[in-house]
């Protein structure tokens, strides 16, 4: 299908890929199991294919895919820029969520949080430009973890 772009292949054979489901042209996450195990294909909306295993290298290979910079340059036991701000608001108390939909990433918040956090976002999130911005909100707790 023309309308697929595989991320990601695990040594066992499974596959995952990006897909426009029509008509809505819906992206949403394939996942083709291997041969031996089936071949079943599962799919998922990206927003709750990037809340399942926070650390598996499909989640990885498709975070790099949306966003470019996210892995460029890095060693494996690297830090990214983004995800050290990521993990210092949630250490300050945070509580956004992020909500990956269609590729727009964004977040809400429905809770106060404390004093420290909010300063924390204001001053070292808000002010960058969305592409930034957005490269740590995806490190937040997904939506449809909740």
Same mark, same amino acid.
């Given at each position: 299908?023309?309308? &697929? ?10 596959? =995952? ?18 041969? #031996?195990?089936?071949?079943? &294909? ?28 996210? @892995? ?8 990214? #820029?983004?995800? @050290? ?24 918040? =429905? ?9 924390? =976002?204001?001053?070292?999130?808000? #002010? ?13 707790? @997904?939506?449809?973890?909740?």
């Amino acid at each position: 299908m023309e309308n &697929e772009q595989e991320f990601a292949v695990s040594s066992n054979g499974d596959r =995952w890929l990006l897909s426009k489901e029509e008509p809505r042209e819906e992206i949403i996450v394939v996942h083709r199991a291997n041969q #031996p195990s089936g071949g079943h &294909e599962t799919r998922m909306s990206v927003d709750a294919f990037l809340g399942q295993t926070p650390s598996a290298p499909e989640r990885e290979a498709l975070l790099a895919l949306l966003n470019p910079d996210h @892995s460029a340059g890095m060693r494996s036991d690297e830090k990214t #820029p983004s995800l @050290s701000l990521a993990e210092e608001y949630l250490r300050l108390g945070g509580s956004r969520l992020a909500k990956v939909d269609d590729n727009i990433v964004s977040t809400r918040k =429905w809770e106060s949080e404390p004093p420290e956090a909010e300063a924390f =976002w204001k001053e070292n999130v808000e #002010p960058m430009d969305e592409k930034r911005r957005q490269q740590v909100e995806v490190h937040l707790p @997904s939506i449809s973890e909740t």
